[in-house]
């Protein structure tokens, strides 16, 4: 499946990173994402492991890695920040209006009238009093409180400042504030470094078998190579291998770190220089080391006697001289009567060897035949260049195909290519999907040197291919000029593993018996979600 041209990064904490992604282009053979504001990158990296990475450059340190090794052809970081797709907008927050403010003043002004005593009556003589006029200026008066009203304040959190780098994101402030002055006596200080690289926690090496997919793990030094040797990923080895209380000569590849496992083997290697990348199918060359060397033969050189059977001389009569000798060692010695043409008809009872051995032994190496499995660059007498291909049941060239099945075996609807021109027609059949898998194809005359289509291997791993023919000894030889990602051993096919193109590996295989045959079957582990198979239309 394609990749998401659209990745949402979201609450990372980093200062900036937060934003939505869009593909830009590709860097180490894959595609990356720059952010639509902040200009940052995720890309996919590439070193002694590999992983992607969020940062804020093309290829500059990372603020965010996923899982190492990783060989995914998308992002493969944390889903709690990164996920493909846009980001969520946000809800709005509803705004609290302020409160409601409530004022009440209150002014009261009271005017008290001043009465005026009334005279009474009086015995005595009351003397007249004088009207005059009244100031009633003098008499009002105003009395005034005020009152005040004290809110509680909200407290305010303090900032406590924080240096600023310009060009240190990680030490960034979201905002600037003033350096607070405390008036404190500062007797001493601490310097606590931080942490400037990647925490990584500790792991195991892996490895795989070349051949049947083992995997092993072993976290001390493995020796046999130099100290700090730093190993190359898919890089093939010879090394013994302690494995469930055997040690056994295995061929291995090197698949990096892995967190997921402890110590469960012992690795030795035996030969410190490796044979290649067990990608480009440098595994046969260590295969080839583990078949034992035969030991060379001392064959005693065979020297034949020289016993004179005829002996011409020159004589006047013609005589057959039958003679009887005992001989302990070849002579040539002529005879004392010697006839001109003496055919000397010796009944020899000779008790000298005719093969003796010589005292030099010269050791020669017995060209013993023996069956070695490495694949062939040969050209059989088939044809290998192919105009299409067909998927069974069908007819080619008047011969009549037809298949069964057993296990992971179904039909793939659209076409497919791997290795660049390899391509799988529409509804090939689709091996191992889900599991093991049995396919055979009969066909109704004899026929050799097959030719067959297999793409879309791997997505993670090896995928096997078993071929065994119903004639001869079964066992029938593979051979391929156009492949990817494959190696071939004896009747076995492996392949897909470390394939990081979108076609995944695959490659035309011809398959060509010692006797002619009328049955093929293709058996395997499946897994890596299968794989796609047809049948070449020029190869019958």
Known sequence: MPCNSIYCVNNTGLIGADDVYLTGGTYNGRSYWTGQTNSWKIYYYTGTTSYWCLSDTLGGSCYLT????????????????????????????????????????????????????????????????????????????IDANGYTYTSTPTPTPTVTPTMYYENNRKTARKFYSKDIVRDCILYRYAIYPTIEGQIICPGVHKFQDCFDNQQYYYTNEVTGVPTGTQFELYSVYLALVYNNG???????????????????????????????????????????????????????????TQTPTQTQTQTSTQTQTPTKTQTQTPTSTPTSTTPLQTQTQTQTQTQTPTQTQTPTQTQTQTQTPTQTQTPTSTRPSGP?????????????????????????????????????????????KYLGQSGAFTYTMNFSVPINNLIVFITGTGAGGNENFIFTTNTGTGIPTISSSISCYSTIVSNQIFSGAGAVTAGGGGGQFVITNNVNFTSVTISGNGGYNGSLLSVCVNSI
């Open 66 to 141: 996923g899982k190492s090794p990783c060989s995914s052809l998308c992002p493969d970081l944390s889903s709690f920040y990164v996920f493909s797709g846009a980001c969520p907008t946000p809800t709005p927050t509803p705004t609290k209006n302020c409160d409601v403010l409530d004022f009440t003043a209150m002014f009261n002004c009271d005017f008290i009238l001043t009465q005026t005593p009334t005279p009474s009556a009086s015995l005595t003589p009351t003397p007249t009093i004088t009207p005059s006029s009244t100031n009633f200026c003098s008499i009002i008066g």
């Open 246 to 304: 055997v040690n056994q000569l295995k061929c291995i590849s090197y698949y990096g770190f892995d967190y997921n496992h402890g110590n469960i083997n012992t690795i030795q290697i035996t030969n410190p220089t490796p044979y290649g990348l067990s990608t480009l199918g440098d595994c046969i060359y260590c295969q080839q080391d583990t078949i034992p060397t035969p030991t060379p033969t001392k064959t005693p050189t065979q020297t034949p």
């Open 384 to 428: 290998l260049t192919c105009s299409g291909s067909v998927v069974p049941p069908a007819t080619i060239n008047g011969v009549v195909i037809t298949d069964s099945s057993t296990g992971s075996v179904s039909t793939y609807g659209p076409t497919w290519t791997s290795c660049g021109s390899v391509t799988t027609p529409a509804n090939s």
